[in-house]
């Protein structure tokens, strides 16, 4: 009897064990093991190209995690498929087995990385030597990177270029520095996009271009969303979720990113423009032209501060738009800073959102509908805010004189906004500058003109009839 129960027992020992195996298993497989394209799973001959791009981001993903670089997904088409909602259910796309976001048949897999996290120095090691020539040791953090991540099968190309944060009127161009990197494997492209930062509080990201002996069919270049221009951003926050069953860092305001994203187009100063300039026409370096260069950075720095604060975008416009065009700095005869918005634009509190820092209204021209325009003051120095009308392929803003009540419109060809730095501060230039710039000053804007009448000087300037006389009261308001 005692050797029947000692059986007994045996067997449901056994029966047990191989249940709480069986439920570790179905636990692993459901719960713990990554989501995605199993392809472990499939039969053979049925692994997709979606199963080898999430395979390749996978790969990518974990290197990057074991040397520890701060990379974020910006691919934009998968960042729109990104909902508020869908990032509330992490848990439900660990047991998807899909690729939903990081594929979807897109050439090109692109990721952000805050390049302080990149430094490296390639002349202490070089990539790809061909056998038998050895390889040499690599010791930093990044090179390490890339040596692992040609051991597991991954093609690189890395773009450089020139550092514009070194770049000045003295030292035209700066040291060579890694713009962009390119990972191929199972034919899928990854693109690591490096952003650095500039003086103005903001990230850059330079164009991809290729050098002459580059490889122009390691990726569909023509499919990138970074690298056909540089760019400009605020520094995004970041949030780790899980996207396809991959840990991710993403914006934690994607539609933020995105809308950054649509209007990222950086323009570099012209640095060597600007120098030929300055040698025919030597920059004042009077105290006053000092102090004035000082009170505008300042005053320009308060407006974009503020505006910014409002989401209320604007451009620089006029004298200091050819001051940036022309000699990379402020036109110090000028004595004043001009801006321009689009009438869209406006906010009703934008009037006591500069009293509110420290600025004085000097007069209100004008109204909603027809020649708004906005001039504060502060350490006596003029900021002009022009509001400007799209009509049809044109563009204008109005100007009104305080006297006599006479308008006049100031007529531009439709532009579009791009980004650009003036005295360390990131603001914004019609992307077709020259237009812009020829529309207001003419051919000879590359001549300075001291003497100037904004009623009858510039090349735009329409006559626009006369404010009736009863509404003076309300629409020529000078404090």
């Known amino acids: 009897m005692p050797r029947v129960n000692r059986t007994t027992l045996l067997w449901l020992l056994v029966a047990s064990s191989f249940a709480f195996l069986l439920f570790q298993l179905r636990y692993y497989r459901n719960y713990v093991s990554e989501a995605g394209p199993h392809i472990l799973r499939r039969t053979p001959g049925h692994v997709t190209a979606s199963d080898l791009q999430w395979q390749s981001v996978k790969t990518f993903l974990r290197l990057s995690r074991r040397f520890g670089l701060p990379l974020f997904l910006a691919e934009p088409a998968a960042l729109e498929l990104l909902t508020r909602d869908a990032l509330l259910e992490r848990s439900r796309w660990r047991r998807q087995a899909d690729c939903s976001f990081l594929c979807g048949g897109r050439a090109v897999a692109s990721f952000g990385l805050l390049a302080n996290a990149w430094t490296y120095d390639v002349s202490h090691c070089r990539r790809g030597l061909p056998p038998p020539k050895p390889r040499p040791i690599c010791t930093s953090r990044q090179a390490a990177f890339l040596l692992a991540a040609e051991e597991k099968g991954f093609q690189l190309l890395e773009v450089r270029g020139e550092d514009p944060r070194l770049a000045s009127l003295d030292l035209l161009s700066g040291e060579d520095i890694p713009l962009h990197l390119l990972l191929r494997l199972h034919g899928n492209v990854i693109q690591v996009v490096f952003l650095y930062e500039r003086s103005g509080d903001y990230l850059w990201h330079g164009p991809l271009r ?30 780790l979720t899980v996207v396809d069953g991959l840990d991710v860092a993403v914006p934690r305001n994607i539609s933020g990113f995105l809308d950054q994203h649509r209007r990222a187009r950086f323009l570099e100063c012209r640095y060597q423009d600007a120098r030929r300039f300055l040698r025919l026409y030597p920059d004042d370096s009077s105290p006053e032209a000092l102090d ?21 975008p604007f451009w620089i416009s006029s004298g200091t738009c050819l001051g940036w065009f022309r000699q990379c700095g402020f036109i110090t005869y000028s004595r004043d800073v001009d801006i321009g918005i689009f009438v869209r634009d406006f906010r009703p509190e934008i009037i006591e959102a500069f009293l509110d820092v420290g600025l004085s209204l000097k007069h209100k021209f004008g109204k909603l509908e027809d020649s708004l325009e906005l001039s504060f003051m502060r350490d ?100």
């Not at 990726?219 to 221009?229: C, E, I, L, T, V």
């Not at 009170?295 to 720095?301: E, G, Y």
């Not at 204008?396 to 360390?424: D, H, I, M």
Request: glycine content about 8%.
């Open 292 to 312: 004035f260069r000082n009170k505008a950075k300042s005053l320009l720095q308060l407006a974009a501060k503020t505006l910014a604060r409002l989401k209320v």
């Open 380 to 479: 006596g120095v003029k900021l002009d805010i022009f509001f400007f009308y799209q009509d049809g392929d044109l563009t204008w803003n109005g100007g009104t004189q305080a006297k006599s009540g006479r308008k006049f419109k100031y007529v531009f060809p439709r532009f579009s906004l791009c980004w650009a730095e003036l005295a360390e501060v990131r603001v914004g230039v019609p992307c077709e500058t020259l237009d812009y710039v020829t529309a207001n000053y003419g051919a000879a804007w590359s001549v300075p003109q001291r003497t100037w009448d904004w009623k009858s000087s510039p090349s735009n300037v329409q006559d626009n009839g006369v404010w009736p006389l009863a509404q003076w009261e309300e629409l020529i308001q000078v404090y």
């Open 210 to 239: 290729l050098k002459g002996n580059a490889d122009r069919s390691f990726a569909p270049f023509s499919q990138m969303d970074f690298g056909r221009h540089a760019g400009a951003y605020g520094r995004p926050p970041l949030v």
